[in-house]
């Protein structure tokens, strides 16, 4: 119309034409984008965000993540936006027979079920793992040295979401200090490890990316025995109250028990915390 209107055309006759009411077209005019539209679409930025962020997440906590993030809106309306471009829950929709459909590997792998190290900071691996409480289930994601078996870094917390390996990982970098530059962070394809922050955490760090096959737990056994180890141990020893009751009992045993006292044949019978001090001991002061 605009076109017609440079042409000699009057916008009256265009309009009558093309059967459109004048107001609606000088309103464009004036404002190609309403605040209405570009409100909609900075919360949808919001939400898609989080999402890809933690796929297990329904409606109400994505709502939840796009207020953090400065976008507030009621669950009503993150509903309708989730709903009208198929942002669903990993656990809300079935993806097949054998559930969830799995996600694509952001890395290689490049370990392929070779978990040894010749010194601490070359190879880690991590995982997550569950277990109930009377209040609801605790999560623990943990980064194991292949060298040493020594947790380096650990986060513990009742929601499984990517922040939880984040927080990991840099837990692990900061007890190790800076000499991690290139060691390789071996992982399975859960989401919270393809995340965009936990791919963006290993690059700011200088660590390499590697992940195992899908529905394969032999291309993580390493990490896998450590937490069938700790269920034995602390996990599956009682029924848990409270989180915090469970949390305290799994930091003070990977401490005390599995880094000072827990001896281990592959090590020479010694424990994780002597093996470092014997082959590097700057390490084993960081």
């Not at 917390?157 to 837990?171: E, F, G, T």
């Not at 200088?206 to 032999?218: D, K, P, Q, T």
């Not at 937490?227 to 034995?232: I, K, T, V, Y």
Request: glycine share 6%.
């Amino acid at each position: 119309m605009t076109e017609l209107a440079a042409d000699g055309i009057p916008v009256a006759v265009s309009c009558r034409v093309l059967k459109l009411s004048r107001p609606p077209y000088y309103r464009w005019l004036t404002e190609a984008v309403t605040t209405a539209d570009r409100i909609s679409a900075e919360r949808a930025n919001a939400l898609f965000n989080a999402h890809r962020d933690d796929p297990e997440f329904g409606y109400r906590f994505l709502a939840d993540e796009a207020e953090a993030a400065g976008e507030p809106m009621s669950e009503r309306t993150a509903w309708r936006i989730c709903s009208a471009n198929s942002w669903w829950s990993s656990f809300g929709k079935k993806r097949g027979r054998n559930g969830k459909k799995p996600g694509p590997p952001v890395h290689d792998d490049l370990v392929e079920r070779d978990f040894t190290a010749d010194s601490p900071n070359q190879l880690w691996l991590t995982d997550i793992t569950e277990h109930w409480t009377d209040e609801g289930k605790l999560y623990l994601c943990a980064i194991k040295d292949a060298c040493s078996g020594r947790i380096v870094g650990y986060s513990i917390d009742s929601r499984m979401q990517s922040r939880l390996a984040v927080a990991a990982l840099n837990n692990a970098v900061a007890r190790r200090g800076n000499n991690v530059d290139g060691c390789i962070v071996h992982s399975d394809r859960g989401s919270q490890f393809r995340s965009r922050k936990f791919v963006f955490a290993l690059n700011r760090h200088g660590l390499v990316g590697s992940m195992g096959r899908v529905g394969a737990a032999g291309d993580n056994a390493a990490m896998e025995s450590f937490f069938a180890l700790l269920q034995r141990n602390v996990l599956d020893r009682q029924r848990w109250a409270t989180r915090d009751q469970l949390r305290i009992a799994i930091v003070t045993w990977i401490e005390r028990t599995y880094h000072r006292r827990r001896r281990q044949a592959r090590l020479g019978r010694l424990t994780p915390i002597e093996y470092e001090t014997i082959i590097n001991p700057a390490a084993s002061a960081a």
